[in-house]
């Protein structure tokens, strides 16, 4: 009998990459485009393991869930765990993650939002589909000669750095775990506020750097400052970065993560009536680009996804 396993927020791309995986004939798989929460945990009743991804909930109520059902694997097909209550996990369910699957993805797509942001390009790519051949408005900025402050300097935070120094930027750091053999300048936290042009976050989501960016710390930070977050929403507290937009203190912002992202994001509202005014008024900004929690997705990375999540079953 195969091992079955029921795979929660499935889009058409992982249904593709998974199905192109060496392993999957191995297993009985059970697709689903629900989310994994309280409210759908029954659907996991004679499983044998659950595969989740980053806006499933996996809080308490639904692990004792997993255990009555007997349920002993949650294999995460993304990095980051903070949708999961690992310490209520400890001892009741395994739980496996994809550590890296492409921080080259991630790590590229900061750098394709920030491009995009200091050249205008999202506001040029418009114009020009409308025939409208006009510069007005359009000046950047180089960002060669630029200080880049990067927090966080794991896998995808080192890759970052380095994509900036190719660029001709100055690179500073900040990390909880300084990682000595990198090359990185570290620098306090504090520090890298007052002195970056540019701020990318690629730091796990934790208490400690829950809304590290606030009204406070912005105000510490350069004026004109561009702020890019790859990493996990809650980090920046989204009204105090629209207040810093509105004053003129923060000149840009690439979100691919938001706050309360896992109510849209994923989801097609172009037709709906956002019920979020923060992020509508974030997204009405011409220096805000946001993109839907996508800079994972490269060919590379799903390929990657599906291998290590099967071979983690
Ligand atoms: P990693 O584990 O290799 O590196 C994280 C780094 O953050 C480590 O060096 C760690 O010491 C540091 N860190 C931990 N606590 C910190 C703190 N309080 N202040 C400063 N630094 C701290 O992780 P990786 O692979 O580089 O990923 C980083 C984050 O990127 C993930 O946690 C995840 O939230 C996010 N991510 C986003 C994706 C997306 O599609 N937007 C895809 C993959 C990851």
């Not at 697709?31 to 044998?48: K, M, N, Q």
Request: glycine residues 6%; charged residues 25%; aromatic residues 10%.
């Amino acid at each position: 009998m195969s091992y079955k396993v029921i795979f929660f927020d499935a889009k058409e791309y992982d249904i593709e990459s998974f199905k192109n995986a060496e392993a999957f004939n191995e297993f009985d798989i059970k697709f689903f485009e629900t989310r994994l929460s309280p409210d759908t945990v029954d659907l996991c009743s004679g499983y044998d393991a659950v595969c989740v991804f980053v806006n499933d909930e996996i809080n308490k109520e639904v692990i004792d869930k997993l255990q009555d059902f007997g349920i002993k694997l949650l294999a995460l097909r993304c990095a980051g765990y903070n949708n999961v209550d690992v310490k209520y996990a400890e001892g009741r369910i395994c739980v496996v993650r994809v550590p890296a699957y492409s921080p080259y993805a991630v790590a590229e797509h900061a750098m394709a939002m920030l491009l995009t942001s200091v050249r205008r390009i999202h506001k040029a790519y418009i114009r020009t589909r409308d025939f409208n051949f006009s510069l007005n408005n359009l000046t950047g900025f180089d960002l060669h000669g630029k200080t880049a402050g990067v927090v966080g300097t794991g896998k995808i935070g080192r890759i970052f750095a380095d994509i900036c120094k190719g660029f001709g930027m100055k690179v500073i750091a900040y990390d909880k775990l300084p990682n000595e053999s990198s090359g990185l300048e570290y620098v306090s936290l504090e520090e890298l506020f007052a002195k970056s042009d540019i701020i990318s976050f690629h730091c796990p989501l934790t208490d400690e750097t829950f809304r590290m960016v606030n009204e406070k710390s912005i105000e510490t930070m350069k004026k004109g400052v561009v702020l890019i977050n790859t990493s996990r929403g809650p980090l920046i507290d989204s009204e105090a970065l629209l207040e810093g937009i509105k004053t003129r203190k923060v000149g840009a912002a690439c979100l691919d993560v938001y706050d309360e992202e896992s109510d849209f994001f994923y989801h097609d509202f172009s037709n709906h009536i956002v019920s979020d005014d923060t992020l509508a008024r974030l997204i009405s900004m011409p220096n805000v680009i946001v993109t839907s929690h996508q800079a994972f997705l490269t060919k590379e990375a799903l390929a990657n996804i599906s291998e290590t999540t099967l071979k983690n079953i």
